[in-house]
């Protein structure tokens, strides 16, 4: 009941707090009027109450694998910085490890205790879509990042705009080393993520087609790499075992960690100089390759994880007081590869 005095702007009365709380009106009465006598709040002339201090800290819920990649470890660290100078107590959940049934545990528990909001970043989007639900039907706002899901505010990558910026770099590769011929586009996709993502690999084709025209289906070969290294790197491997060996090769990948496990592939095939793999997400892996200008590597998407934090905590606190709020919030999208790597990222390390 206290909390409900300090979240209001203005002060409430007797029925403003009684259906707020869900308590009795008696018992609302007196705890008001023990309330007052401890000091914590105080009676106005015009019967309506209001509290002395504020100590009230929103409370939000970042449910999420926190770690296993440099670009959760970003976001994740980001967060928590982020929640701290903002005075917001976060609620860490790793679901990197656990089943769907614990992490409905988890959310009922949050709901039970009382959390504001939710920020999902949930790599299988069929899980995000089930916590989302408890919460939204629970009256808890919920925000997702990077997996689209009705009835949640949208934080991420515009795929689609992003698989452009993949396939514009992957076209002008082959038009300036290839003379604007190559045998094979691999589409390094993800059948675990939500349907919504992968127009990153719809929108490389288009990208692709930009600069070197029409793209025959019969070159296009689509590959699931699972958003994994290992997965993608026997993907790729058997791909490439079947290639004959002058192919020259296009690849566009779902993320960094497949672009990674592709390239992998790439060089045990000893495949080097014949092939072209654009990554998503900018991270510390694939930047660590664009320092190396003769990797085949030759570009990623950034989407700037280490601002993740900021930018979804300042979202969160508008929708806490309720302000108005777009219904998506796109990161910002840059091509990084060899020329400008160290522009954005001077201490990037070659692993």
């Not at 791909?239 to 960690?257: E, G, H, T, Y």
Request: hydrophobic share 45%; with cysteine; glycine share 6%.
């Amino acid at each position: 009941m206290l909390e409900t005095l300090e979240r209001s702007h203005d002060p409430l009365r007797v029925q403003d707090v009684v259906a707020a709380t869900l308590l009795d009106r008696a018992a609302v009465f007196r705890l008001l009027c023990t309330l007052e006598d401890r000091g914590y709040i105080e009676r106005l002339p015009d019967k309506r109450y209001r509290a002395r201090s504020h100590r009230w800290r929103p409370r939000i819920a970042y449910i999420a694998p926190l770690s296993g990649n440099s670009f959760r470890s970003d976001v994740t660290a980001g967060m928590q910085l982020a929640a701290s100078e903002a005075g917001i107590d976060l609620v860490l959940i790793d679901s990197k490890d656990q089943d769907p049934e614990s992490q409905l545990t988890a959310v009922q528990e949050l709901i039970t205790s009382g959390v504001g909001l939710a920020i999902l970043f949930q790599r299988i989007g069929a899980i995000g879509h089930v916590l989302a639900d408890r919460f939204l039907h629970a009256g808890v706002p919920v925000i997702s990042v990077d997996s689209p899901i009705p009835g949640a505010l949208y934080f991420g990558g515009n795929s689609y705009r992003a698989g452009l910026l993949a396939g514009g770099a992957l076209g002008r590769f082959a038009k300036e080393h290839w003379n604007s011929k190559f045998d094979q586009l691999l589409l390094l996709e993800s059948s675990l993520s939500a349907p919504e993502n992968r127009a990153r690999l719809t929108g490389a084709v288009e990208g692709i087609r930009e600069v070197l025209g029409d793209v025959p289906e019969s070159k296009i070969i689509h590959l699931d790499g699972l958003a994994h290294r290992e997965a993608s790197r026997l993907a790729c491997a058997e791909v490439f075992s079947s290639l004959p060996a002058k192919s020259r090769v296009l690849i566009s990948s779902f993320n960094d960690v497949s672009a990674v496990g592709a390239l992998q592939a790439v060089c045990a095939a000893k495949h080097e100089k014949r092939a072209a793999i654009v990554g998503q997400n900018g991270t510390a892996e694939s930047r660590a390759e664009l320092l190396l200008p003769q990797s085949a590597l030759i570009a990623s998407v950034a989407y700037f994880p280490e601002k993740y934090g900021e930018k979804l905590i300042r979202l969160a606190s508008a929708v806490l007081a309720h302000e108005k709020t777009p219904l998506a919030v796109y990161t910002d999208h840059l091509l990084l590869d060899h020329s400008n790597v160290q522009q954005y990222y001077p201490v990037a390390e070659a692993q």
